[in-house]
């Protein structure tokens, strides 16, 4: 079964900083993806970025960035001049590459952003 | 643009009561997700739908939950009985192809 680990529970940031949220995952396939979700306070999941297991250039959305490292099964978000509205529950995840495969969650890390 | 939505925000009920979910998935998204949030947890599936078929209901509860997408558009999700552990944020999701849109969910608390 694949697992998802997210072994930072909580991060702070000072704004107009960078932060890097770890997240480490487990499975036998080869062809997969892979997510981070944001989950603000009272608001829903939305999705930040994506990575697909084949690709070996790491995704880039404006401000977020991922560093993976396939081999060591590792998928980090980094957050580049963090602004207020980063502030919420990250989440990754990470999905079989079939067809509308279900998601498998961490369990977060809840992310705050200091003046 | 368009969203998920899901009914009610907020649930309150008593244990042994029964409970029921409702979520309108994006128009023409054929697969529809029915997770569980526990409060400092990730979300967990409890159901998947391809239209009005289940796909995975290996984590439902199947003694005291259900699910149903009957035309396969909207779907419900009931709990009966509620029991304490059910306490939790419940999330709907729809998707056409890779990515899955998340709908506000629906904060239930069992007293």
């Known amino acids: 079964a694949q697992t998802v680990t997210q072994s930072q529970p909580e991060m702070s940031v000072q704004e107009a900083e960078t932060v890097t949220l770890s997240c480490t995952y487990d499975t036998s396939e080869s062809d997969y993806y892979l997510f981070w979700y944001k989950q603000p306070p009272s608001r829903q999941m939305i999705l930040v970025i994506r990575q697909e297991a084949y690709k070996q250039q790491n995704a880039t959305e404006n401000r977020f960035s991922v560093n993976f490292q396939k081999a060591a099964k590792s998928f980090s978000l980094k957050i580049s001049d963090s602004q207020l509205g980063d502030a919420a529950m990250y989440f990754c995840?990470?999905?079989?590459?079939?067809?509308?495969?279900?998601?498998?969650f961490g369990t977060g890390t809840r992310l705050q952003v200091m003046l | 643009e368009a969203e998920v939505a899901q009914s009610p925000r907020y649930k309150i009920t008593e244990k042994s009561q029964a409970v029921a979910f409702w979520c309108d998935p994006i128009?023409?998204?054929?697969?529809l997700y029915w997770y569980r949030q526990i409060l400092g947890q990730g979300p967990e599936l409890l159901v998947q739908?391809?239209?009005?078929?289940?796909?995975?209901d290996s984590q439902l509860p199947k003694d005291r939950f259900s699910a149903e997408r009957l035309k396969g558009v909207d779907s419900t999700l009931k709990i009966q009985p509620a029991e304490l552990g059910d306490s939790a944020m419940y999330l709907c999701?729809?998707?056409?192809?890779?990515?899955?849109?998340f709908g506000p969910g629906t904060r239930l608390t069992v007293l």
């Open positions: 739908f391809q239209d009005e078929s289940v796909v995975d």
């Open positions: 128009s023409g998204h054929a697969t």
């Open positions: 999701a729809s998707s056409l192809n890779d990515e899955q849109f």
């Open positions: 995840a990470y999905r079989f590459s079939g067809t509308a495969s279900k998601l498998t």
